[in-house]
Antibody, heavy 119, light 111 residues
Framework: QVQLVESGGGLVEPGGSLRLSCAAS????????MKWIRQAPGKGLEWISY?????????VYSDSVKGRFTISRDYAKNSLYLQMNSLRAEDTAVYYC???????????WGQGTLVTVSS | QSVLTQPPSVSAAPGQKVIISCSGSTSNIGNNYVSWYQQFPGTAPKLLIY???KRPSGIPDRFSGSKSGTSATLGITGLQTGDEADYYCETWDSSLSGKWLFGGGTKLTVL
């Protein structure tokens, strides 16, 4: 069955870097648009990035992470990644990867991985 | 402050009906599909409605969605205590380079 499993979260100091992974199973990740979405403690959902399907791999970022975060995909590993650099305290959140199914509706989500940016 | 405006909270008694609104503009809701999600504390969101008014397999018909102009609504009938959760609308915003938007979320309390 379809499953998304995130990993790579943890505690990092301000200015540091972290790489999140999202391992997909039950479907071919490159056939779908994929999103990263985050949720700060006690706050709402915030979309931060997506990557298109197929070989073109168009990527788009929210203004809050543009220039600091990079989304990518590994076809062989059927995995999605989020490289996060220059981390700030306001990046503290649970990060979810999600599959874009129909016109942006995300039908499968990972369990989330917590990123804490603190000294 | 979210571009998509939802009421912070709504409440109703078991068995009753509740409507959750999501207000946007022509660059987002007015020209794009709306999705709705349900989220319980400590868990990932779950898709309830896609393409404005369609329900994924397994979502009961107590949940319904609609869109008119630059606003969308999620309706829940026959409220159950298990429906108590946070609800979010989502849509694409076509302005500038484009981005996905979530509403600020609505906490549903079943009294």
């Amino acid at each position: 069955q379809v499953q998304l499993v995130e990993s790579g979260g943890g505690l990092v100091e301000p200015g540091g870097s972290l790489r999140l992974s999202c391992a997909a199973s039950g479907f071919t990740l490159s056939d779908y648009y994929m999103k990263w979405i985050r949720q700060a403690p006690g706050k709402g959902l915030e979309w931060i990035s997506y990557i298109s399907n197929g070989g073109s791999s168009r990527v788009v970022y929210s203004d809050s992470v543009k220039g600091r975060f990079t989304i990518s995909r590994d076809y062989a590993k059927n995995s999605l990644y989020l490289q996060m650099n220059s981390l700030r305290a306001e990046d503290t959140a649970v990060y979810y990867c999600a599959r874009d199914w129909r016109h942006g509706a995300s039908d499968y989500w990972g369990q989330g991985t917590l990123v804490t940016v603190s000294s | 402050q979210s571009v998509l405006t939802q009421p912070p909270s709504v409440s109703a008694a078991p068995g009753q009906k509740v409507i959750i609104s999501c207000s946007g503009s022509t660059s987002n809701i007015g020209n794009n599909y709306v999705s709705w999600y349900q989220q319980f504390p400590g868990t990932a969101p779950k898709l309830l409605i896609y393409e404005n008014d369609k329900r994924p397999s397994g979502i009961p018909d107590r949940f319904s969605g609609s869109k008119s102009g630059t606003s969308a609504t999620l309706g829940i009938t026959g409220l159950q205590t298990g429906d108590e959760a946070d609800y979010y609308c989502e849509t694409w915003d076509s302005s500038l380079s484009g981005k996905w938007l979530f509403g600020g979320g609505t906490k549903l309390t079943v009294l």
